[in-house]
């Protein structure tokens, strides 16, 4: 027995495992004191994600398709970055495969918990300024469509629910604020 603050774990076993996420299976006891069994997701990577802004507040958003989904979805460059890698490293490698943006300044702005009652992931997000342009260099797995617009129109984007992915609406919504309150 285990005790994890008010749960208890009588036993925990690896139920499922990919490259990307293990998902253990966990009997409990409950804060009530009722046993149950609990699946705990367990992500390997780190997400990242990118706001890049230009000098006239152009941003770069990426569509793919999203499996779990079932939908095509608008988002900032985003992926995963392994968890012994320097997080803006893995960012400025997200930036560069799917856009083919390089930027010479970057302010980390985010940190979150990702879907915390039923998974360990958690996420960093940065701003990238002083962009210059190249060539996109995508995964093998990746079918992405590129997009540049004003941060505006991205805002409003997100205000409607035409853009829904997590770790671009936390990221449009901060650098908004930062907007209104001078600091960026």
Known sequence: MKKRGPWTTLSERPAYETPWIAVTHHEVVDPGGKQGVYGVIHFK????GVIALDE???TWIVGQYRYPMEAYSWEIPEGGGKRDVDPLDSAKRELREETGIVAERWT???????????SDEQAILFVAQGLTHHA???DHDEELEQRKLPFAELYEMVL?????????????????LMMLEGIL
Request: charged share 25%.
């Open 45 to 48: 990577n780190l997400a990242v």
């Open 56 to 58: 006239e507040m152009n």
């Open 108 to 118: 980390r702005i985010l940190e979150m918990d990702l879907s915390n009652s039923a």
């Open 136 to 138: 996109p260099q995508p």
């Open 160 to 176: 409607r629910g035409e853009v829904r992915d997590s770790l671009t609406v936390a990221a449009v919504m901060k650098v908004r």
